[in-house]
């Protein structure tokens, strides 16, 4: 369950293939457990158990957004991110460049600022061509954004990389009553006690630290390809 995972592995992919992670305001609070009379019984289940009913619950839903805040390598970054089965759509800051990126039907489309292809090791030469100008990524770097994707999110629920523990404790993240489940490498998922079982945070710490929030389940966002998008591979970088 590492915010690694969902956003880090899909732009890392940019940086490595392309040229060649808000506040903790909503950190869950002790609460008293709640009743499974009145919630969804998932206090009364295992963590794996509630981990498969969160993805199942995500899965049902078709959509999701995504917003926070993460740190990588030392860089501090926000998200802002639809997800919608196989597509993506919204915007990523790292290290002060803010990306706007679109992933749909297996291409992969950026905007960035010419510092952020800079920082890429694109050529100064070539940098006016890319600044703030929609970019289709070669084949090999879009295959990075399966990642970054509900489908693949859904995936990382169900195939964690570590051991989640079968305690589940109860809290609240801003005051809806949540259960949380641990993983091994620190990460917390809280999942809704109440209702549908939709995750409503991911906490992960250590080298990939960050907080993530869920909302919008359901909703449907319009998700299409920028127009007249510069071929990346044409620059020969």
């Not at 109440?194 to 945070?201: A, D, I, N, R």
Request: aromatic residues 4%; glycine residues 14%; charged residues 20%.
């Amino acid at each position: 369950m590492r915010i690694k995972h969902l956003v880090v592995g899909g732009l890392a992919a940019v940086l490595l293939a392309g040229c060649g992670g808000s506040s903790t305001d909503g950190e869950a609070e002790s609460a008293a457990p709640s009743s499974s009379d009145s919630g969804n019984g998932l206090a009364d289940q295992t963590g794996p158990e509630v981990v498969d009913a969160a993805a199942d619950a995500l899965e049902t839903a078709g959509s999701v957004r995504v917003m926070g805040s993460t740190t990588t390598a030392g860089q501090a970054g926000d998200i802002d991110l639809q997800l919608q089965g196989d597509d993506t759509a919204g915007t990523v800051t790292i290290g002060g460049d803010v990306i706007e990126l679109v992933s749909l039907a297996g291409a992969a489309y950026i905007k960035a600022p010419a510092s952020f292809w800079q920082s890429s090791g694109v050529p100064a030469e070539v940098l006016p061509q890319l600044d703030g100008v929609w970019v289709v990524l070669p084949p090999e770097a879009a295959a990075g954004f399966e990642d970054l994707s509900l489908a693949g999110f859904i995936d990382e629920l169900r195939n964690p990389t570590g051991v989640v523990s079968d305690e589940v404790t109860t809290a609240e993240v801003e005051g809806t009553p949540v259960v949380e489940v641990t993983e091994d490498d620190g990460s917390v998922l809280r999942v809704a006690a109440e209702g549908e079982p939709y995750p409503l945070e991911l906490e992960s710490t250590g080298d990939e630290a960050g907080t993530v929030m869920f909302s919008g389940f359901g909703e449907q966002q319009t998700i299409e390809a920028p127009p007249n998008p510069l071929d990346l591979t044409t620059l020969g970088g």
